[in-house]
Every structure is written in structure tokens, then in C-alpha cells.
């Protein structure tokens, strides 16, 4: 119920306004004000004192243990009520400024709620005005108490009390009291007896076995509860001297108590009086009984309160988990999700590998389409001219049977420039192989010039094998570690252009080798055959001239009888006088196995000639392993660290960052294939075959081994 607090009902006697209050001055400021705004008269500031819970009571123990704290000084419980004292008195000062007589009331106990009760009993207060809850919990539309305290007094308060509950200087709640329910004999007779209390010293206690003390701010408190019932027609009537009958002492203290049994007059009956003292012991007996009873239903509403509440935070803990476990089913929806997603592009990946197998398998067979050349830039025979500075000697790398080669920069990136002569079918048949051909081990076709007659290949800045076994302008050897590398990156070149594109070489010697800046081999593809031929160029041939490049890698230098010096030093055990000593110590047994493998390959039979793929490869796996052990006791400051072939991206020629996988199964650092991609290419920069999509996958275990490698280097 609300109500307005202008509209008072006419049958309130006690016309003073009582304002609950708590240690926070700053958080009952807004009640205060709203009842010094709302209401006049005389103001009464209630507070219910929580002595501290660590130290005794010593207040009536006299100075015996008082003197423990040090003489003159005080003890917890007095330092306690100072303070109270302190912040009753900013209350008093706040109704002071609005010019408005206020007094204090308070009573110490352990639980807040119970003393408001008592409070209101022991004063007989009928207009009471209290917080609905904390100023920071309010909410707009708020209509509820939201404040145990603030119910328990609601439903434990005396029926005559009207209170009205604020919060945050605003009316939100209001219980109407009732004086026609007024009961005297509800109180105890504690409650009545004990409601003119003086203040007296700050040490005065309460009667023994009371846990509450009361104290007033005046020096003679003002009986509250005796103003109402006089005002209601129950005045207290004393006899005076002259009347007959039964006389009482006079009192300044108005009491409900049934009064003391007075001496009989002359002729009185003793029966009469035994009547007498029986009712009054059942009186009390019943006002006893009904006490108890009272003290009883409050703290069974007190536990249904507490047990209300923890139902409330039970709902609230549902409602919670309830929360909780609908958010984990959407996760799991969407985990689920993403494991579906994972496996479709798992199979995207696996479908783009069989595909790409199967191209490389048969494009050897396919012709050449004409968007297979359209990755091939065009440029014209001006731009040539300026490439090589129109045939600038100094930029003359050879002269061969076709035509000149130069080194030259277009578009700022150093070039190799073929320049052949006008008609010759070596133009036509280098463009058709390799456009279709790319591999990391491989020297990349870039673009053409027709009017030129002109190939323009990548650069490969280090020069050729032959040039470095020959020590050319004084380069340092390399080591037997680089050297079986480099076996191992020819030979998976060469098994590349058997197996994969169907042609052979025909010119593999160390002059057709170029090595980059990482020592890395790149076969010039200017001696490729369109197709395996049963003579010179045959896939026979190819395996005969790697045979004598490993034996010049392991000598170390070309030399006429090449073949019969290594077999004359392999029978007669003396092998090791034959190895190059400048590329260390070679693992003996390991090499011997490696020098028996290309005697085999140079075998003057092809018949006898050994697999480069199941054979020959094996043997130089084993060395590789060998050598990457090795590495971390070598170094040779003559050579750059060598990274492994598979994280250099076959597009920038760069270790990546940020590999991804294409549709063609290739991996390529993600920046330079999407470069690819803008430039409006749809085909595999490695197979030039049109691409099924451009989805790109990333490819985490190859980055972390990348990340490993260069934390290693």
C-alpha cells in the first residue's frame, strides 16, 4: 500500500516523526531528506548500534580490566559508541540546518533488524521512516522492498506503526498502521517499564541477561508509548489522599504492570485478598506465556524469511546454469560446425592432390593450350634493348650454337636473356617445354619477346657448378654436406622431368647447373627434349651424366678418365686418397656406398644403370640424413646456411611465412600466390594446368616447421 505522506490519518497521537538510520551517513542522507521534506514537528533519529564482535563487554567489569588497556585509555566497545556517537550527531546537525528540533535514540544488539522491532516497541513509535533498500540497488519502476532488513521490519513491526520505506530519495513503499489493533498486553513488560530510560554515563548497563542497551541523547527521555494511550482514554486514575480503597505510590513513570497488592483496610476479607494475588500471578503467568509465544513466531518468520531468500538465490543459480548450459550447446553446435568444415576442406585438399597427380601424370601427353602460355609476360624488342643496353659486351654471359645469352634487368628484377636466331626451332620447342614445366630445381621461364626471338629466364646470381668446382675467382670449396645436397636437389629435379613431364633433359653436365645465393641447384632447361628418344637424349643418357656429376662432386674437379681413375682407386682401396679433401671429413663408409651407386649409373650397359627413383635416391637420402646430423658440428663461414627445399616458396624463390596450399596441391607463401591470382591467372604456377578453384588452405605443420628451422638458424 502507498500513501501520500501529507495524508496522515487524523488518529495518530504520538506526533513524532522517527527516521531509522545506519552507520553510513552518506547512504541514509537521501531518507532523512526526504522525511525533513515530507514532514514537521519534533524528529527522533533511531539506530540500531552493533558493539564490536572481537572484544568483551567490560563496561561492568569496572576499572579491574579496563586497567589492561593502559590507564586513561578506552576500551573497544567505548571507542565503538564514540564513533556512533560522532555520526548520530552529523544526523542531529543535518535536521539542525533545516530548522528542525531532533534528538537520538539508539539501542546496541547484534542483529540490525531485531532492534529497529524492539526500537519501535520501546518507544511506541507510529511513524516511522526507513531505507526500502541500498541508494545503488534502485532501479527504475521499482515497487518492491528489495531489502530483507527492510521486510522483516515490515512484517515484524507493531500493527500501529505506519512506515514509510525510501530509497534513493524516493517513497517506495508504505505500510499503514492500525491503532485500533493496539494491544498493551502484546508488549512484554520489559518493553513498557524500561520506555523512560536515562542516559546517565556512557558505561550505564542493561538489566542483567539483557542483550540490548538502550540510551537517549537527552538527559531524561520522554515517556513515547504513555502519550498514546492517554490520548486513546486510557489514563492511568490516581487516588488521592483523602479517597478510600486501595492507594498507590506515586510515580513519574507510567506502567502497564498490575500494580503491587496493597495492605487491606479495617474488615477486609483474607480470602478476598488470596483472590486477588492469584489473579495477579495468572496475569502474569499469561502475559509471560504470551510473550514466549510472541518471541517464538518471530524467529520461526525470521527462518521462513532466510529460507525464502536462499530459495530466491537457489532460482537464481538455476536460471544461471540453466544459461550456462544452453551457451555449451551452442558451442557445441558450432564446434560441430567447424569439424564438418574442416573435413569438407580436408577433402577439397585431398580431391586438389589426386587431381594434381593425375595431371602431372598425363600432361607430357596433353598439347599445349593457349592460355597455357598466359602467364608468360610479353615485352617488346625495345624493352629488350634496354634490358641488355643494346647488346652491351659486359652484360654477355656466353655464346652458344643458338644464339647469345645476357644478363639484364626488366621491370628492376635481374634477368637472364636468351637471345636466339631469327627462325630457329629452338625457340619454339624451349617455349613449349618450359611453360609447362616448373619446379623449385628448375630455371623458370619468365617471358618472351617475339619480336626478338627471346626467352627470358630467371637470374641465378651464384653461376654455375662447374664454375664453384673449379674454385672461379677464388670462391671458397664447399663442404661434402653441401655437396650431397646439391646431388639430392639434381636428382629430384631430373625424376621431376621423368616422371612428371615425360621428357628428358639430354645435356646434364655441371655447366647446365646454376646454383642461387643458397647454394640451391637450378637446371637450365635449354637441353630438354620434348619426348625420351632411344639415343643421346634418352632417359638413359640422363642417368650416365648424373652419374659422373656425383663423381666430379666428390673429386671435386673435371678431369679426362674421370670413371676409370674413381674404379682404379675403388679396387685398390684407395678411395680416400681420390675425395676431395677441401670438403672435410667425408663419412667413409657412406661415401663408398655413394661412389658404388655412380660407377653404376655411368655402367657403359643402360640395362645395368640403376632407377633414379628407387634406387639411386635412397642412397642419397641416407647421405642427407647423414649430413643434417653432421651440421651442428660444421660450419663453414664460406657458406650460407642452407634452409630445406620445401619451405622455400616456388613462386619468390623465399623462405615463407605464411604457406598455403592451392588446388594443384603445391604449397606457395600466401602473399605471392594471391599476387598469381590479381594478375589475373587461374592456372598452377607449377603444373601451368587450369586450376579446379582458388581456394587457398593454410598450411600449419609446414609453418611450424618452418618457425623451427629459423629459430634454429
Known sequence: MEASAGHLP????????????????????????????????????LHVHQPPDDYPDTDHLGPTLNQSYGHGARTPRELARENMNKTLDEYIRICNQAGVPAEKRYIEMRDIVKGIVQLIEEHAIEKLIMGAAADRHYFEGMAQLESLKAIFVSQQADPSCYIWFICKGRLIHYRAGDLDNFDVNHFPPSSIEGSAVKSGSQNSRSPAGSSALSRSSSSKVEDDRPLVWIERGQRIHHKSESSSGPSFKPSNEFSCEPPTPFCATEGSNDELYKQLDRAMAE??????????????????????????????????????????EELLAKEKE?????????????????????????????????PLSANQQDFLSEFSFSEIMEAINSFDPSLKIEEGEYGSTYKGFLCNIPVTLKLLSEGSSQYHQEVQTASKLRHPNLVNLLGVCTEAWTLIYEYVPSGSLEDRLCCTGNAAPLSWQTRVRICMETCAAVIFLHYHGGIAHGDLNPGHILLDTNFRP???????????????????????????????????????NLKERVQDSFILENLKDLLDPTAGQWPFEQTRELVHMALR?????????????????????????????????????GEPSQPPPYIICPISQEIMQDPHVAADGFTYELEAIKGWFTSGHDTSPMTNLQLPNLSLVQNQTLRSAIQDWLQDH
Not at 513524532?16 to 553510513?24: P, T
Not at 531518507?31 to 533519529?45: K, V
Open 10 to 45: 487524523s488518529r495518530l497521537a504520538n506526533k513524532r516523526v522517527y527516521v531509522a538510520v545506519g552507520s553510513d551517513v552518506q547512504e541514509s542522507k537521501s531518507t532523512l531528506l526526504w522525511a525533513l521534506q515530507n514532514f514537521g514537528g519534533h524528529f527522533r533519529i
Open 334 to 366: 558450432a564446434l560441430e560446425m567447424t569439424k564438418n568444415q574442416l573435413d569438407e576442406l580436408q577433402m577439397l585438399l585431398e580431391n586438389a592432390l589426386n587431381a594434381n597427380v593425375e595431371l602431372l601424370m598425363n600432361q607430357a601427353s596433353e
Open 601 to 637: 649409373c655411368c655402367d657403359i650397359n643402360p640395362s645395368n644403370r640403376p632407377d633414379l627413383k628407387s634406387e639411386v635416391w635412397l642412397v642419397l637420402e641416407q647421405m642427407q640424413i647423414l649430413s643434417e646430423d653432421s651440421s651442428s658440428n660444421w660450419s663453414d663461414p
Open 522 to 560: 637450378k637446371l637450365i632447361k635449354s637441353g630438354l627434349s620434348c619426348e625420351p628418344t632411344a639415343g643421346e637424349r634418352s632417359f638413359a643418357s640422363d642417368v650416365y651424366s648424373f652419374g659422373f656429376i656425383i663423381l666430379q662432386l666428390l673429386i671435386g674437379k673435371s678431369a679426362l
Open 283 to 324: 496475569a502474569a503467568k499469561a502475559k509471560q506465556e504470551a510473550y514466549e509465544e510472541w518471541i517464538h513466531r518471530q524467529e520461526a518468520e525470521k527462518n521462513v524469511i532466510v529460507a525464502t531468500g536462499r530459495v530466491i538465490a537457489l532460482q537464481e543459480e538455476l536460471r544461471r546454469k540453466k544459461g550456462l
